[in-house]
């Protein structure tokens, strides 16, 4: 099974500033890799995914994330937060199954 | 087109009772799993269904768990006698497929007192 580590659990950020969550996984043949988030008292949505093709993948509300094979990285960023912004932050990924692995989470606070 | 449906969205057990979580996948998905989100942790697989059949259970606890996914209805995911380890959030989610993305319902938030 993979495991994945986001290295940050808490990033407090101010508004308009940029921020960026580190996610990194262990490494497989082949792996399909998402960003969900999670606003207080909901379910997950999901922000973005990389199945195949460009490195570079843009998600919903500006976020954008870029898969690096050779370091087994996925780290996902935004160039100037909002307020709204504020929630929890899963890495996950999938190999050649259907079962997804999750990171423990990274709660972005952002501040006026 | 409705998202993943869950109900309900909380529900508060005393030990020993059991607790019958609910789950209505997406419009045209066949395909429902569960995941078990502990305080302060991501989420664990739990199980993996199709319409009247369990294609991976290598998540559940063995006992005291159960789910099922009927040939018509929700999919329903049970716990009998529950302990206060079992409280948590678990979430379902749904495809259209396998090996296609998952998309998430809001949670059942289980509370056993």
């Given amino acids: 099974a993979q495991s994945v580590t986001q290295l940050d659990s808490q990033v407090p950020v101010f508004e308009e500033a940029p921020v960026e969550l580190r996610c990194n996984y262990s490494s497989s043949v082949s792996v399909y890799l998402f960003w969900y988030v999670q606003y207080p008292n909901q379910g997950l949505q999901l922000l973005l995914k990389y199945l195949s093709g460009s490195t570079l993948v843009k998600g919903i509300n500006g976020f954008e994330a870029e898969f690096n094979k050779s370091q087994t990285s996925f780290h996902l960023r935004k160039p100037s937060v909002h307020i709204s912004d504020t929630a929890e932050y899963f890495c996950a990924v999938r190999s050649n199954d259907y079962k997804l692995s999750f990171g423990a989470g990274t709660t972005v606070t952002v501040r006026a | ?113």
């Fill in chain 2, 1 to 113: 087109n409705a998202g993943v449906m869950q109900n309900p969205r909380h529900l508060v057990r005393r030990r020993g009772q059991e607790a019958r979580l609910r789950c209505s996948p997406m419009k045209g998905h066949s395909h429902v799993y569960w995941y078990r989100q502990l305080p302060e942790e991501g989420l664990k697989f739990m199980v993996y269904l199709q319409k009247e059949n369990i294609i991976d259970e290598s998540g559940m606890p063995k006992e005291r768990f159960s789910a099922e996914f009927p040939k018509e209805g929700p999919s329903i995911l049970r716990i009998q006698q529950v302990v206060r380890g079992d409280s948590a959030a678990y979430f379902c989610a749904s495809s259209q497929t396998g090996g296609e993305t998952q998309y998430f319902g809001p949670g059942t938030r289980l509370l056993v007192l």
